[in-house]
């Protein structure tokens, strides 16, 4: 088991929170919750796919740890990031009568962190939060941060906070019932993490002779534990000097204001997050070579990474098809303070800066 603390300014204790990795340490690990949660009552949200496969798995533990909580189970999928979901957790607070030394335990995807942390961080003005990711993308990247959201029709995450999470519980072994787009989605966030300057997963990624099969690469535990802790760690480096977005922490937008377009264009749902990411790392990488803003090979050496990390060709091959159609909703990122878009684009591999870029420039890239 790997542990690595995410400390921010002030260092008060509930300011410091422990992300635990490993193989099976769910039971273990939950014994974190007497610093997090003292009263040991707590609301778990999941939705109905994982927690048919592991709701047993979780009420067996909390129940041995004598944990007194309730289960709120709401439909898998981006549909669920809504305010009228929201509402329907809020009421089912009420009914549990939690309390403000209570907490919101968070088991599943990306989706539920989303949708559980901002629930925590709204009722009763603040609630203990705590994270059990149950995908890969999660483990890597959505439960670090405390960013927290839902979404409006109008656009992804535009109803949010930051709110960070007491604790994180990241067990690889919930990730075995992972389908391939799920896999992949969350290997494109480590890829990024790659990019963004971690030189060990980069030396992973580029030199990567994995045993292959129809569905994934195949990782040992500990090749897996591995790339979990690096990229956890990766993100928290940057939380921790820049909490609340307005620096260095832009950097890990990397490919995601072309992520976001594709996700509106075609609909939430039609891509997964990491799947659109993979392309909006390809297209960011194009713009930066066409612009003359990163070094020749920079885009074949992305491309190369991706395909070393097993993501499927059908994700990332012709990257530019439909550019023109979803690039408007570019323009409609709520990163962007003006007319110009805010880019993450490299240099080279591993050395990322942030470009104020005219849509005009963009759309001659792709014309």
């Known amino acids: 088991m790997r542990e690595l603390r995410v400390t921010l300014p002030g260092n008060a204790p509930e300011r410091e929170s422990p992300i635990v990795i490993g193989d099976g340490i769910l039971k273990e690990s939950v014994s974190y ?6 009263s040991r009552r707590v609301a778990v949200i999941s939705d109905d796919k994982v927690w048919s496969l592991y709701g047993d798995v979780l009420d067996n533990v909390l129940r041995e740890c004598g944990i007194d909580f309730i289960s709120v189970v709401v439909p898998e999928g981006e549909k669920s990031k809504s305010l009228g979901c929201l509402e329907s957790l809020y009421n089912e607070f009420c009914r549990f009568r939690l309390r403000r030394n209570d907490g919101v335990m968070a088991f599943g995807g990306g989706v539920i962190g989303d949708l559980a942390g901002f629930a925590a961080a709204t009722y009763m003005r603040g ?8 995908t890969l993308m999660a483990q890597v990247d959505s439960s670090v ?6 979404n409006l029709p109008q656009g992804k995450n535009l109803v949010g906070s930051f709110y960070q999470p007491g604790l994180v519980i990241a067990d690889t072994s919930l990730l075995g019932t992972l389908d391939k787009r799920d896999w992949d989605s969350g290997m494109a966030e480590v890829v990024k993490y790659a990019a963004l300057g971690n030189e060990r997963l980069r030396e992973i990624f580029g030199s990567a002779q994995w045993t292959r099969n129809h569905s994934r690469v195949q990782w040992s535990h500990v090749q897996l534990e591995e790339i979990i802790y690096l990229s956890c760690a990766s993100k928290a480096a940057l939380v921790m000097e820049d909490e609340r977005d307005t620096g260095v922490r832009a950097l890990l937008n990397f490919g995601h204001t072309f992520a976001h377009a594709l996700e509106k264009f075609y609909g939430f749902g039609h891509y997964r997050h990491g799947e659109a990411v993979a392309r909006g790392m390809l297209l960011a990488a194009k713009v930066g070579c066409r612009l003359g803003v990163s070094e020749p090979g920079t885009f074949a050496a992305l491309e190369r990474m991706l395909e070393n990390a097993g993501i499927d060709r ?5 990257v530019e098809e439909n550019v023109m159609d979803f690039l408007p909703w570019v323009c409609g990122d709520k990163k962007n303070l003006s007319e110009d878009i805010s880019l993450v684009l490299l240099k080279r591999m591993g050395e990322p800066l942030v470009r104020r870029v005219r849509y005009e420039e963009i759309c001659g890239v792709f014309d």
């Open 127 to 134: 609630v203990s939060f705590i994270q059990i990711p149950t």
């Open 145 to 150: 941060g405390g960013k927290v959201a839902v």
């Open 33 to 38: 919750l007497r610093d997090v949660c003292p």
């Open 314 to 318: 059908r994700v990332t091959k012709n």
